[in-house]
């Protein structure tokens, strides 16, 4: 297919690099000028009858997903959706998944990657902001009705023009089937450059709002295949996602995405157990995957007493949460596999332990960062570099680290230093040999097994309740999970009957927040602990809460 390169035009909605740093990572091969439509191209013409996507019974080979993904984006482009529109994908494991987002790659509109998990508030919020024509979702996924979801949210979102489904559509005659749209006429549209944007990622958001985090092709490329090399991803590999398809780190380190550039196979895992897994694995070989710590945990349980073939698993790659040294001593005796541990974060920065590092720094470091160009800061609260070996904040920018946040000036304010540094939230610590050891968050944001949890988001949604005075949220300490979550919670004084735990869980669940984010633990009290100034001290209440374990 041949397609016009549409001219680039300068973007208020996403700071980009400067220049000269540009330029740099080009000279340097960093930025290839690749994009991920034409990199799919490549792939089906050098092998076209490589399997490149297995789910379940179907197997796609690259010349199979190309097909699909052309035929889409000619069906989009049909419907209106244009270079620069958004599109939210909430889509779980499933071979669509790719199918959809290469389509939107080609035709330069920006998938939102959604989570399985999320629920009306966020995925209203999503539309709402990015200013979404199109949601594409399941029908019904554990039970959970997801066109009955899309219906709310169209209703209230006025650009929301499509909802397309994966699946049984249901009787709103607004709803289209995903195999309705894709059609072989070519509908021209505007090839995007490598340059654009290609994609929109959800950050945590220690704030309560969940921020955008722009990628453009340019960088996401070289994180794939700079992650590639460092996991000894090839043509052969085979990658099993086990955590949500659309997910930072399944996608990129070095994730489906990875193993698509290098021509591998991408199988996807429905459920994340060992009991669904590790039969997958032994039917398809998998070579490689990634788990975050609590799944890890049981895979290690499990892998001694299975009774399937996992020997052709070859790398276990561990993030999004930190793994702990008892946990991480596991992995080899369980499992007969290299553990590779992964610190990063959807804005950039990826570190990893190499493949060839010695176990101890396997099992006690977070990794280095992929390129040497990373420039890595740790500092104290002045913003001035901390002694070797100390603890400090870590700063990072380098050729795939964002330079800010989607329409999101202010926040660029505080998140950003004047030369372009990212403010990571990490608190860590360097070794001699440039590894990082994470030691924790600098504010208050839980990590919940590697789901980001918002205690403000969390908080405003409690203090709906009728009979709520005032609430906070912490994390608490657990082995299995990393952090839980504890709302301690001030009633009332005209509440007109004692409230019990769940009641509070059944209010936050019914407001439509994601499962992750309901919290474990609910205790009520009379008074927060207060510091010198009159705010709520949360280190005290995490203080509380972890001593009351």
């Known amino acids: 297919m041949t397609v016009t390169p549409a001219t680039v035009t300068p973007t208020t909605d996403a700071p980009t690099w400067p220049e000269e740093f540009a330029a740099r990572y080009r000279e340097?091969?960093?930025?290839?000028?690749?994009?991920?439509?034409?990199?799919?191209?490549?792939?089906?013409?050098?092998?076209?009858?490589?399997?490149?996507?297995?789910?379940?019974?179907?197997?796609?080979?690259?010349?199979?997903?190309?097909?699909?993904?052309?035929?889409?984006?000619?069906?989009?482009?049909?419907?209106?959706?244009?270079?620069?529109?958004?599109?939210?994908?909430?889509?779980?494991?499933?071979?669509?998944?790719?199918?959809?987002?290469?389509?939107?790659?080609?035709?330069?509109?920006?998938?939102?990657?959604?989570?399985?998990?999320h629920r009306e508030t966020e995925i209203r919020y999503f539309c709402e902001f990015t200013e979404a024509v199109a949601y594409v979702v399941p029908d019904v996924l554990s039970g959970f009705d997801h066109r009955a979801l899309a219906a709310k949210v169209r209703a209230q979102v006025p650009t929301l023009r499509d909802v397309f489904v994966v699946g049984d559509p249901g009787p709103d005659p607004a709803h289209t089937p995903l195999s309705d749209v894709a059609c072989d006429d070519f509908v021209p549209y505007d090839e995007p450059v490598p340059s654009d944007l290609a994609f929109l990622q959800l950050s945590g958001g220690s704030t309560g709002v969940p921020k955008l985090i722009p990628r453009t092709h340019d960088d996401y490329m070289y994180s794939l295949w700079g992650s590639n090399e460092l996991c000894a991803v090839d043509e052969d590999s085979v990658f099993l996602v086990v955590l949500p398809a659309a997910h930072n780190f399944?996608?990129?380190?070095?994730?489906?995405?990875?193993?698509?550039?290098?021509?591998?196979?991408?199988?996807?895992?429905?459920?994340?157990?060992?009991?669904?897994?590790?039969?997958?694995?032994e039917r398809e070989r998998v070579t490689i995957t990634g788990l975050v710590p609590p799944l890890a945990l049981v895979w290690t349980e499990a892998g001694p007493t299975a009774r399937y073939d996992l020997s052709s698993l070859d790398v276990l790659l561990v993030g999004g949460a930190k793994f702990s040294e008892a946990a991480a001593r596991r992995v080899r005796p369980a499992l007969d596999c290299t553990l590779q541990q992964v610190f990063g974060m959807a804005e950039g920065l990826v570190n990893y332990t190499r493949l060839d590092d010695p176990v101890e720094t396997i099992v006690t470091t977070q990794g280095r960062p992929i390129s040497a160009h990373d420039e890595v800061r740790v500092v104290?609260?002045?913003?001035?570099?901390?002694?070797?070996?100390?603890?400090?904040?870590?700063?990072?920018?380098?050729?795939?680290?964002?330079?800010?946040?989607?329409?999101?000036?202010?926040?660029?304010?505080?998140?950003?230093?004047?030369?372009?540094?990212?403010?990571?939230?990490?608190?860590?610590?360097?070794?001699?040999?440039?590894?990082?050891?994470?030691?924790?968050?600098?504010?208050?944001?839980?990590?919940?097994?590697?789901?980001?949890?918002?205690?403000?988001?969390?908080?405003?949604?409690?203090?709906?309740?009728?009979?709520?005075h005032d609430v906070s949220v912490v994390a608490v300490p657990d082995e299995y999970l990393g952090e839980r979550t504890c709302a301690y919670v001030i009633l009332r004084a005209d509440a007109e009957s004692p409230l019990k735990p769940v009641a509070i869980k059944k209010f936050v669940r019914e407001r439509g927040l994601a499962a992750y984010k309901i919290p474990d633990r609910v205790e009520f009290v009379d008074a927060f602990?207060?510091?010198?100034?009159?705010?709520?001290?949360?280190?005290?209440?995490?203080?509380?809460a972890a001593a009351d374990q």
């Not at 179907?58 to 190309?66: C, I, K, P, V």
């Not at 399944?250 to 897994?277: I, K, M, N």
């Not at 602990?529 to 509380?544: A, F």
């Open 529 to 544: 602990p207060q510091t010198g100034i009159g705010k709520v001290s949360k280190k005290d209440l995490r203080t509380t």
């Open 250 to 281: 399944p996608l990129s380190s070095p994730g489906s995405l990875g193993v698509l550039y290098a021509g591998g196979r991408v199988v996807l895992c429905p459920q994340p157990d060992p009991e669904t897994a590790f039969p997958i694995i």
């Open 28 to 117: 340097l091969g960093y930025w290839r000028g690749e994009t991920f439509g034409a990199m799919l191209h490549e792939r089906a013409a050098a092998h076209p009858d490589r399997i490149a996507v297995v789910d379940g019974e179907r197997r796609w080979s690259y010349a199979e997903l190309d097909r699909r993904a052309d035929r889409l984006a000619n069906g989009f482009a049909a419907r209106g959706i244009v270079k620069g529109d958004r599109v939210v994908v909430q889509l779980p494991n499933v071979a669509e998944f790719f199918e959809v987002i290469f389509a939107l790659f080609r035709i330069g509109a920006l998938p939102v990657f959604a989570l399985p998990a």
């Open 380 to 468: 104290d609260d002045e913003d001035q570099d901390v002694a070797p070996g100390e603890t400090g904040h870590l700063l990072t920018r380098g050729p795939y680290t964002i330079r800010g946040y989607w329409r999101a000036p202010e926040h660029n304010q505080r998140s950003f230093t004047e030369d372009g540094f990212y403010r990571t939230g990490d608190v860590v610590r360097m070794t001699p040999t440039g590894h990082l050891v994470v030691e924790g968050r600098a504010k208050d944001q839980i990590n919940r097994g590697g789901e980001k949890v918002a205690p403000e988001e969390v908080e405003n949604v409690i203090l709906g309740h009728p009979a709520v």
